[in-house]
């Protein structure tokens, strides 16, 4: 897929709260191509290397990013203003494979953690374009961090550490709890989802204990987006974990195989990989 390098004049900014805004910036070729799951490359002032941002969503020839301020990096582009351009690569990575989902009955669920919330307003705006409504099963640590705000609110369920919002606990027992009382067959479910490393492992038993089919953005240090730096390793479940005895009766190494989150991925089969 094509990708592009280019100066986005910021023309809306949207502040949820003192930790969390949109940012939308011209950038007609990368609305045109990009896929719901595809991140972006940003400059960041103050800090070295880019940092990765995934396509909240693209709305004619301007595109939008989600900031969760973390760090500096972040926190330096959840200052930008109106006006000023943003240096941006994209679209980058892979996508939630939503094309391929095919037949009646099939059930999308969509289930995000904190920030993870980013990649989902675009891929519900094109999975909703397709006819389909998914689920959505959204977790935050308390009311006040919820991002909700361009997402169907009747297909939502919410889930909250301290209980202020929603179901009181985490957001992967929130849609466990959902498919047993719907008695829905596993066969037909297919989850996307995105968010911290502790819910995607947590996700990932439940699904792989269910034989649910399930994709997972996962999150990497990303210096250059792009295949070369090999910053941002995922490990492959298929590398095995055999340690054979050699003839001098030392153990090998175990054969391990790594996959570049950032050109095949972000998005991961749930059973293909090692959280
Ligand atoms: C594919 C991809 C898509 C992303 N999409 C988005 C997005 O849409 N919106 C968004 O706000 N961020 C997103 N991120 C995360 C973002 O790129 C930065 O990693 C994050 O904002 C931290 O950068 P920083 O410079 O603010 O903090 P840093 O200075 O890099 O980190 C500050 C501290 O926070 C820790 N830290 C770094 N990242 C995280 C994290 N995610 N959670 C908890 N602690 C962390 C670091 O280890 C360090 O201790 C994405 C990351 C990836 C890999
Ligand atoms: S971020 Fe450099 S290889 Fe993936």
Redesign the pocket.
């Known amino acids: 897929m094509q990708r592009f390098h280019l100066l986005g004049t910021i023309v809306r900014r949207q502040e949820f709260n003192e930790h969390a805004a949109v940012l939308g910036f011209l950038a007609p070729e990368i609305a045109a191509s990009a896929r719901p799951g595809q991140f972006l490359e940003i400059k960041v002032a103050g800090v070295l290397w880019r940092r990765p941002m995934s396509i909240y969503r693209c709305e004619g020839d301007v595109v939008e990013i989600l900031v969760v301020v973390i760090g500096a990096g972040s926190r330096s582009l959840f200052q930008s203003k109106i006006g000023e351009k943003l240096d941006v690569i994209g679209p980058l990575g892979n996508q939630f494979p939503i094309d391929k989902v095919t037949g009646v009955g099939k059930l999308e669920v969509i289930i995000a953690g904190g920030s993870g919330i980013a990649p989902f307003p675009f891929l519900v705006e094109r999975v909703q374009r397709q006819g389909r409504t998914p689920r959505i099963f959204v977790g935050a640590r308390t009311k006040s961090q919820l991002l909700l705000d361009h997402l169907p609110a009747e297909q939502v369920h919410i889930a909250t550490d301290d209980g202020s919002e929603g179901y009181k606990g985490s957001v992967v027992d929130l849609f466990t709890n959902f498919i047993d009382a719907h008695s829905i067959d596993v066969r037909d479910i297919v989850v996307y989802a995105c968010g911290p490393g502790g819910m995607l492992r947590s996700l990932q038993e439940v699904v792989r204990a269910r034989r649910i089919q399930a994709w997972l953005s996962v999150e990497?240090?990303?210096?250059?987006?792009?295949?070369?730096?090999?910053?941002?390793v995922v490990r492959l479940a298929d590398g095995g974990q055999r340690e054979l005895q050699n003839s001098s009766g030392k153990m090998d190494a175990p054969d391990v195989r790594y996959a570049?989150?950032?050109?095949e991925g972000p998005v991961f089969d749930a059973n293909s990989i090692i959280l």
């Open positions: 990497r240090e990303m210096a250059c987006g792009l295949g070369i730096c090999q910053g941002c570049l989150a950032c050109t």
